[in-house]
């Protein structure tokens, strides 16, 4: 359709690789209608930073002189270049871990059948925590406080650090390449710890319940 209006078709490709992994499709085929995109690859590869833009050789030219002109220009950028090399590689099973390391945290919430959290099936590395009865700077507040408490149960301190979102009716959770199956069971049992506790000192809600 948008051809056919003689518009051009940009696809934003932050998280594109994980896409592609999720469907089991290649990168050509995800973007095959796409007269330009842009992906990076610090989002979901682990570089440290570094993006790139392609399309024909006209996009690519205004896009370089609009760069320059915009004081975008970097010299001795080689070693960003290698970081993203290195990101690439095998980035099919890295990306594939990171999104069963993500299904094992929704899989372990929605065990608990805790009437104040509840997550959904995760399609990649973005756990939401749904959140009914509490706010999402509470829970996050006691994700990243270790009490004495449960340090002796648990034998060590877990910290689980996540991100308030809809207006603070949810938490995102995002593993990644550094977060390894390990880590992951600890962020389980911490999710757990809390979930206990916030049932401890408040009423069970319904409309969670019905969940």
């Known amino acids: 359709m948008s051809h056919k209006l003689g518009l051009q078709v940009h696809l934003d490709g932050a998280r594109l690789m994980n896409a592609t992994v999720a469907l089991q499709c290649s990168p050509r085929e995800m973007t095959q209608f796409c007269d330009s995109i842009s ?9 440290p930073a570094g993006a790139i833009v392609a399309g024909d050789k006209d996009f690519i030219d205004r896009a370089r002189r609009m760069r320059k002109a915009l004081g975008g220009g970097m010299r001795q950028v080689g070693i ?4 993203a090399f290195v990101a690439m590689e095998n980035y099919e099973t890295k990306i594939a871990a990171d999104h069963t390391n993500a299904r094992r945290i929704a899989e372990a919430v929605q065990a608990l059948r805790s009437p104040f959290v509840y997550a959904d099936y995760p399609e ?6 749904k959140l009914c009865g509490v706010p999402a700077n509470e829970v996050l507040d006691q994700l990243n406080t270790v009490t004495p408490s449960e340090e002796e149960h648990h034998g060590r301190g877990i910290i689980v650090r996540g991100f308030s979102w809809a207006n603070g009716t949810q938490i995102r959770l995002v593993t990644h390449c550094n977060i390894s199956d390990e880590d992951t069971t600890w962020a389980i049992k911490k999710i757990a710890w809390v979930a206990h506790h916030l049932t401890q000192r408040k009423p069970a809600s319904s409309k969670m319940a019905a969940l």
């Open 80 to 83: 960003l270049a290698a970081a």
């Open 124 to 129: 990649t590395n973005f756990v939401m925590l």
């Open 39 to 47: 992906m990076c690859f610090s989002k979901g590869l682990g570089a």
